[in-house]
C-alpha cells in the first residue's frame, strides 16, 4: 500500500464564504466607501475613504490599489499606488470613536494647482471594482493667492 504524505496549510490568508456547501472565493463585490479628498499644499492631496461595507467585503480586505492621473490627459496616463490596508488605517482620535474603519493615503510630487482623478478599489484575494472618479485640485502655490 502506498504511503500518502499530506500537508496542511492555514487558509487564514484567504477569503471565502459558502454558497450551497460550496466554498467559494471572491473578490470585494463594491468598492471602498464614502471617498473625500482634499489638497495639503500645492503639489499633495490627501485622499480619506472608508471601509468596503461589510456585506461587500467577501473576506478580509488586504490592500487598496489608488489609480489617478491628471484629469485633463486620457486616463492611460495613469499612476498606480499599491497600499497596505494596515499602512492605509487612519488613526484619528477625533473620528476614532465613530467605529468606522477609515483609510487614508497622501500623494505628493503633483503638478501646482491642477485638477487629479483618483479611484480606489480593494483586494482580498483579488480585486474588487474601482470607485467612481473623484476629482482633486492641488492647491496655488503663491504667497500672493
Not at 35 to 41: C, D, E, K, L, V
Not at 58 to 72: A, D, H, L, P
Not at 80 to 86: D, L
Not at 95 to 104: D, R
Request: hydrophobic letters at 40%.
Amino acid at each position: 500500500m502506498p504511503s500518502h504524505s499530506h500537508s496542511f496549510h492555514s487558509l487564514s490568508f484567504l477569503s471565502f464564504w459558502f454558497n450551497d456547501n460550496v466554498l467559494c472565493f471572491t473578490a470585494p463585490s463594491m468598492p471602498p466607501a464614502n471617498i473625500t479628498g482634499y489638497n495639503t499644499s500645492s503639489t499633495s492631496i490627501r485622499l480619506i475613504w472608508n471601509q468596503v461595507p461589510l456585506k461587500d467585503k467577501n473576506g478580509v480586505i488586504r490592500r487598496f490599489t489608488v489609480r489617478y492621473w491628471q484629469s485633463s490627459e486620457p486616463i492611460n496616463t495613469t499612476e498606480v499606488k499599491e497600499i497596505s490596508a494596515s499602512e492605509a488605517w487612519y488613526n484619528e482620535s477625533s473620528i476614532a470613536s465613530s467605529q468606522l474603519e477609515i483609510f487614508s493615503a497622501e500623494f505628493t510630487n503633483l503638478l501646482i494647482w491642477t485638477n487629479y482623478t483618483f479611484q480606489i478599489r480593494a483586494f482580498t484575494i483579488d480585486y474588487g471594482n474601482f470607485s467612481m472618479p473623484l476629482i482633486i485640485r492641488s492647491d496655488e502655490d503663491s504667497k500672493f493667492a
